[in-house]
């Protein structure tokens, strides 16, 4: 049943904003079932509540039953809203258009990616990272490079002109001077957008700026490593004054490299561009070192795919040995370096453990039985 089937029988529908333990905020739309009679009959918006109303709700033990998790982003049907209390319950979740696992949000439209040119320095290896996990999703990609004010004019051309052969257009943005974020802002109008990014890049200060209401815990950078400390404890979803919803999701420095290794040379648009002119002589090619390959080439980015390939068939090599008890050998990351890792023995663990006194007894026991 579609949301606008929902509406017409006079239900509540609404946003999930934010999770906290086993309860949701939900935020009602404005023009949904009973809050429509409330303002038509000339009546006040419900008391202690914000318009658009929010409800801290539970879930329906019928949803539990079956499995039913409820994201931040799902939109939901409330039912027996008790307004001077703010508080309802969640009777049916609505169909979603998208779905991401890290972070668990759902019906996302596009990611935003947010960089700082500067302080801490832009890192081509670190943001190559976070654009392969963020293709890796299916959804539209805003690359958005912050504190453009600390760097001259042709710098900014340089690295303009270095992503584009990337495949992206970055927005030059300065939160700090206001330089560009109303052109920025013009993107997440009527979408619900996930902001992503290392810490430190001004992710926090960017929401501030697009919602004046907000008041997000700002980190500084560290300056002993160059990195920002992490501000952002869970995700939340806010609304925007043009439209639309930003959800702020909790820090990371590096992302997983989950993905398929056959389907990784699919997240770098200027690999895409060669394969949709041409083919690999090998229909499982992983452009390493097969003949007759369209991808392995000259481009910049070909040394981020082969140190990307490794991880992501290390992965994929990681789950099989964990389906598979009887692997002889084990996979170890390394401590240092970017996420590499090598091959070990597996010892058997079991085979020289000493038998507890316990076992012992139990088995003398077992034994004195069988005399008798």
Not at 15 to 41: C, H, K, P, S, W
Not at 254 to 279: G, H, T
């Amino acid at each position: 049943m579609t949301g606008e089937n929902f509406a017409a029988t006079g239900q509540l529908l609404g946003t999930v904003v934010a999770v906290q333990a086993n309860f949701y905020r939900v935020q009602l739309d404005e023009e949904d079932g009973e809050m429509r009679e409330i303002r038509q009959m000339g009546k006040q918006d419900p008391p202690h509540l914000p318009y658009p109303p929010l409800l801290l709700c539970t879930r329906r033990t019928r949803l539990k039953k079956i499995g039913q998790q409820v994201m931040v982003g799902d939109r939901v049907v409330v039912e027996e809203p008790d307004w001077a209390g703010g508080r309802g319950a969640i009777a049916e979740v609505l169909t979603r258009q998208s779905e991401l696992d890290r972070p668990a949000i759902a019906n996302v439209n596009q990611i935003l990616l947010v960089f700082a040119v500067a302080d801490p320095p832009l890192e081509p290896y670190q943001l190559s990272r976070f654009l392969i996990k963020a293709e890796s999703t299916g959804l539209d990609v805003l690359l958005c490079l912050n504190k453009s004010d600390l760097i001259s004019p042709p710098e900014q051309q340089q690295v303009s002109d270095r992503l584009l052969g990337w495949g992206y257009q970055p927005i030059f943005i300065s939160v700090k001077d206001g330089i560009n974020t109303d052109q920025a802002a013009r993107y997440l109008s009527n979408k619900i957008t996930v902001i992503a990014g290392p810490s430190g890049v001004g992710k926090s200060s960017l929401i501030n700026s697009l919602i004046d209401s907000l008041e997000l815990r700002v980190g500084e950078v560290s300056g002993k490593l160059a990195r920002g400390r992490h501000t952002t404890r869970h995700i939340e979803l806010f609304e925007l004054p043009s439209g639309g919803m930003l959800a702020d999701t909790p820090g990371f420095n590096q992302p997983d490299m989950d993905c398929n290794p056959e389907e990784l040379i699919r997240y770098f648009p200027e690999a895409r561009e060669r394969l949709a002119v041409a083919s690999c002589r090998f229909s499982d090619c992983l452009h390493r070192d097969e003949p007759e390959c369209v991808v392995r080439g000259d481009w910049e980015r070909y040394q981020h795919y082969l140190e990307f390939l490794d991880a992501a068939i290390a992965h994929e090599t990681q789950l099989h040995q964990q389906a598979d008890p009887e692997s002889t050998m084990k996979l170890k990351s390394k401590s240092k370096g970017k996420g590499q890792s090598q091959y070990e023995p597996k010892l058997e663990s079991k085979k020289y453990r000493r038998i507890s006194r316990k076992t012992q007894l139990q088995d003398l026991q077992e034994l004195y039985r069988d005399e008798e």
